[in-house]
């Protein structure tokens, strides 16, 4: 039980600085391009490539705590997650 919550944190982990290193690598062709046009088509990548970092990372940390939440508040959690989508549309 605790080796599948170490795997399921280094996974999380993982996808955060995977996401990290998206963001840094478009700010810097955003600095190399100079160009407001190429920066917005950037910008709109990664307003895809976020919110599938957020619900992925969500979803294993949900996995990782399944025998510990109650069927109540996990479906507080995807709810609440489901309102960010929603708000940020």
């Known amino acids: 039980m605790y080796l599948e919550k170490e795997k399921i944190l280094l996974a999380m982990i993982l996808m955060r600085v995977l ?24 910008n709109a990548i990664l307003g895809l490539f976020g919110p599938i970092i957020l619900l992925t990372v969500t979803l294993l940390g949900i996995s990782g705590l399944k025998n510990e939440l109650n069927p109540l508040k996990i479906s507080l959690i995807l709810g609440g997650v489901f309102l960010i989508f929603l708000g940020s549309r």
Request: aromatic share 12%; proline share 0%.
């Open 19 to 42: 996401s990290s290193g998206v963001e840094l690598i478009s700010a810097v062709l955003m600095y190399y391009f100079q160009r407001v046009d190429i920066a917005l088509r950037i």
